[in-house]
């Protein structure tokens, strides 16, 4: 979803019926740029597997997060309990 839409003729409107489905959510820890980057590079790193950098992952969600901010689609906060918001979820699902 955050391709630039040139990269095929097809893509906007794959993008469109994506973010337009019932079934696409945007999982974000905040909707506020500064405590997502936060807690998105806080996250990253302690994926022992991803070898990254904090300077690295911070520059990608900086990049990213207007991209996101901006898709069409239900928003659902991950900054609680894996079992809220599965529940979360399942609310908006069924």
Known sequence: MTYPNELMESY??????I????LT???????ELEICVKEIVKRQ????????????????????????I?????????NEEPQKIACELYKHIF
């Open 12 to 17: 906007p409107e794959i993008k469109t019926q």
């Open 19 to 22: 973010e337009k489905s019932s």
């Open 25 to 31: 959510f945007l999982l974000l820890p905040s909707f």
């Open 45 to 68: 790193l302690q994926r022992e597997y991803l070898n990254c950098s904090s300077c690295s992952e911070e520059r990608k969600i900086r990049n990213r997060f207007p991209l996101y």
């Open 70 to 78: 901006n898709l069409k689609c239900q928003r659902i906060l991950t």
